[in-house]
């Protein structure tokens, strides 16, 4: 079993920064893709930025050039610095992660964080 516990959240004003962390603890031999998503309230969850254990990134459209996503594969933990945050970035943010298992990969979730952006 994997858990995943994300930290970082709160409340910012518009234009602040923020940083989120979720590390991976559990029977775990590697990881694959890392990623954070959120959802805003009555919206779908979308998809932030993932990150590959080897690195290659794909981040979202609407925070390109604003946040960035990084992951250190010795701490199993994921990162993502959010800059210039804007109202509509407010949102729970999930971090996921992809484990190989044998012959499948399985995904798990955290719990989410808030993050609060006011203007």
């Known amino acids: 079993q994997v858990q995943l516990v994300e930290s970082g959240g709160g409340l910012v004003q518009a234009g602040g920064s923020l940083r989120l962390s979720c590390a991976a603890s559990g029977s775990i031999f590697s990881i694959n893709a890392m990623g954070w998503y959120r959802q805003a309230p009555g919206k779908q969850r979308e998809l932030v930025a993932t990150?590959?254990?080897?690195?290659?990134?794909n981040i979202a459209d609407s925070v390109k050039g604003r946040f960035t996503i990084a992951r250190d594969n010795a701490k199993n933990t994921v990162y993502l610095q959010m800059n210039s945050l804007k109202p509509e970035d407010t949102a729970v943010y999930y971090c996921?992660?992809?484990?190989?298992?044998?012959?499948?990969?399985?995904?798990?979730w955290g719990q989410g964080t808030q993050v609060t952006v006011s203007s």
């Open positions: 996921r992660a992809r484990v190989p298992e044998g012959r499948y990969e399985y995904q798990y």
């Open positions: 990150i590959t254990r080897g690195g290659t990134t």
